[in-house]
């Protein structure tokens, strides 16, 4: 299936133990999506630009929280030759009336982020961000991890729980009865994952003796039915003979595909007939019509009139 913008973090980050709520890992995602080989020190992110991506509007005091958790969570990050508890943030900075976060980052976070090499774990950012699970959120990544070898490693049923946050250090269990993991952790997460993503999975409970000890998910490629379109924030572009959620949704695809230059926007997002284009163009990418994997934002583009054939096969 052919991707949205994916992002890459290093496996031994997905596998590490965490908690984070579903705003916080959404800004990690929005972090990692921002990450440039050539500055690994610090980020400034527009929470407009976020709230456009997720639909959802953020106070203030909500994001000082979260981000004030953030830094005092620690990741725990287990590999062959070390055990690390890794902070992310050396410092989080507001710009007022902004709208503007500024991260900088510690740097013993940045060889998870940067120094990938093989050792990797791809995902969709649109795909993560649409999962309103906090659960849903980290399983989708491990089963992404895995998603070419069509089911993840076995992993330990208790091991599992600590690293979704489920059993902290003091051995306190959030969801000590099986029916509660299932119900309200491992069925919603399957739900939301199946419903909302390019992944479908499911899960094996398995038993030693008369207790389970471990789970494994299966993991299949899907192609989508329909896109899925943001409840974006709305805009106050109009175009005649478009609808509002149309224009929205055009404009979220030219993000989501790193459509960036200011003139091909312009060209694009002032025609009716590019708009609905745009919106062809992103359900045929959904459900496989359209096979564009390497540079899908220069393919539109040339379907578009707006850039040489040779200049997308050269990019």
Request: hydrophobic share 35%; with cysteine; proline share 2%.
């Amino acid at each position: 299936m052919d991707k949205e913008l994916e992002i890459r973090q290093h496996n031994a980050l997905t596998n590490a133990r965490y908690d984070y709520t579903e705003l916080q890992q959404d800004l990690l995602f929005f972090i990692i999506s921002k990450l440039n080989p050539e500055n690994r020190d610090s980020y400034a992110l527009n929470i407009m630009e976020l709230s456009k991506l997720t639909g959802k509007k953020y106070n203030a005091a909500y994001l000082h929280k979260a981000t004030a958790d953030m830094g005092s969570r620690v990741f725990e990050v287990l590999t062959e030759k070390s055990y690390e508890q890794i902070w992310m943030f050396q410092r989080v900075k507001y710009h007022l009336g902004q709208g503007i976060i500024e991260f900088d980052l510690t740097k013993h976070i940045t060889p998870y982020l940067f120094d990938l090499k093989k050792n990797f774990t791809s995902y969709e950012l649109a795909a993560a961000l649409r999962l309103s699970s906090k659960y849903a959120k980290r399983i989708y990544q491990f089963c992404s991890q895995w998603k070419n070898m069509g089911e993840t490693k076995k992993y330990d049923l208790q091991e599992f729980k600590k690293t979704l946050g489920l059993i902290d250090d003091k051995g306190n269990e959030k969801m000590k009865q099986l029916i509660d993991l299932r119900t309200n952790v491992l069925d919603v997460a399957v739900k939301q994952i199946n419903e909302h993503t390019e992944l479908h999975i499911s899960y094996k409970l398995e038993k030693v003796g008369r207790s389970f000890k471990n789970i494994v998910f299966t993991v299949k490629s899907q192609a989508l039915a329909t896109s899925i379109p943001f409840d974006l924030v709305p805009t106050a572009q109009t175009l005649p003979g478009v609808q509002q959620t149309q224009y929205d949704n055009a404009a979220r695809i030219l993000d989501e595909l790193r459509i960036t230059d200011a003139k091909h926007r312009q060209a694009i997002l002032t025609s009716a007939g590019h708009v609905a284009e745009v919106n062809r163009y992103n359900h045929d990418l959904k459900t496989g019509k359209v096979k564009a994997s390497r540079n899908p934002g220069g393919l539109l583009l040339v379907r578009l009139g707006l850039v040489a054939p040779k200049t997308t096969a050269a990019s």
